[in-house]
């Protein structure tokens, strides 16, 4: 498995997986499905833009050959200029358990360090105990804040916050 950054002309194998994500994993993110797909072209020519411009933000995907099994992004937080966040992390139920994960997420610490970013917030469903444990393993510890789910307020999401050191 591969790890590499989204490329911006691949504004169409962005859109595509994330609308996997979405359709896989409908209660992990704050959009759903059909939001996403219901977006102009011009958004996702924009998003492309954005996590792949250098200095802004990146989406890191996990190949196999032409296949990916997996993604993440890498955001700064415009609110303080010494985090960022992960978000959107997804592995294919296929290839979930084999450290694909824990991989996307070591790209993201990394470009984060590169950045000069201080520490990454995250959050996660309360629920996903596997995704709870993966984040917990690569060094993120719960917040305290909670809230509910954008696409579904009856589930709580939870953040957590890794500090990156040297």
Not at 42 to 58: D, H, N
Not at 106 to 125: E, F, I
């Amino acid at each position: 498995m591969r790890i590499r950054r989204l490329e911006p002309h691949e504004i169409a194998l962005h859109r595509d997986i994330r609308l996997r994500a979405l359709r896989d994993a409908p209660d992990s993110f704050g959009e759903s499905a059909a939001e996403a797909e219901g977006r102009p072209a011009s958004y996702w020519e924009e998003l492309t833009r954005s996590v792949t411009e250098p200095g802004r933000y990146v989406m890191f995907l996990a190949c196999d050959g032409v296949a990916v099994h997996g993604s993440t992004y890498g955001l700064r937080d415009p609110q303080d200029r010494y985090a960022g966040r992960v978000g959107g992390t997804w592995v294919a139920p296929l290839h979930r358990r084999q450290g694909i994960g824990k991989t996307l997420l070591q790209a993201a610490v990394v470009w984060a360090r590169d950045q000069g970013l201080r520490r990454l917030r995250l959050w996660a469903p309360a629920t996903n105990v596997a995704a709870l444990l993966l984040y917990q393993q690569a060094g993120f510890a719960d917040t305290g804040q909670r809230r509910a789910l954008p696409t579904n307020a009856a589930l709580e999401i939870v953040e957590l916050e890794c500090t990156l050191l040297g």
